[in-house]
């Protein structure tokens, strides 16, 4: 009975230590990979809007057309209150480059045009407001043979999240049909259990004092 009581107690204070995280996505839609593209280098610029569950964003992801045997390395990102990234500005939340560790590229399919469809994923730290929407803006992006890389359209079909499907920008012709692309985040810094985390605890409680009073009673 001591070693069962001792184990419940241990088990409780896990469940106490271990924060319930409330994290977020904003998906515009599965690639398409059939339809159209957009150059995403060579100076154009694409924008397209997300809209924000939570306080910080860890992550995006987008569909891309590449030549084959093309690996995206590196790819320019920013995170702005309006379209085509101006940073540093007033609007600019956060911008960087994503490439090393921080960006993979995995192989999806080949289309009846020839490209590669592609799909690259890449880890950021970007604190936002919750509940508001941004822009996310991507140009610059490297391929080893210096051949365009575009950004697949998808319209937003099979969106989810509020306020999809997106709105979308090219910096050279302006509104254009969305991307396929998804926002990754969380609720923000902090340990604090969330109440889900809390209930547990107190229920690993009360069933310890039911255990210590039938044994001692």
Do not use: H
Not at 139 to 161: I, K, L, M, Q, R
């Amino acid at each position: 009975m001591k070693l069962r009581i001792a184990s419940l107690t241990i088990f409780c204070l896990m469940l106490a230590g271990v924060p319930a995280w409330a994290d977020w996505s904003y998906n515009n839609g599965p690639i398409n990979g059939t339809t159209d593209a957009w150059t995403i280098n060579f100076g154009y610029v694409v924008s397209n809007t997300f809209f924000t569950s939570g306080q910080s964003v860890t992550s995006f992801s987008f569909g891309a057309w590449l030549f084959p045997g093309d690996t995206v390395t590196s790819v320019d990102w920013s995170i702005t209150d309006s379209e085509f990234g101006r940073c540093p500005s007033d609007d600019c939340l956060g911008n960087g480059t994503a490439s090393g560790a921080n960006l993979t590229d995995k192989f999806i399919s080949s289309n009846q045009y020839g490209y590669n469809i592609d799909l690259i994923t890449a880890s950021i730290n970007v604190a936002v407001p919750q509940g508001v929407e941004l822009w996310l803006n991507l140009a610059n992006a490297s391929v080893a043979s210096g051949d365009p890389v575009y950004w697949d359209e998808n319209s937003g079909a099979g969106c989810t999240g509020d306020m999809c499907p997106s709105s979308a920008s090219e910096s050279a012709l302006g509104t254009i049909p969305s991307e396929a692309f998804t926002i990754g985040g969380g609720s923000g810094g902090g340990t604090t259990p969330e109440p889900s985390s809390i209930m547990l605890f107190g229920s690993g409680i009360l069933g310890l004092a039911g255990l210590l009073r039938r044994r001692l009673f």
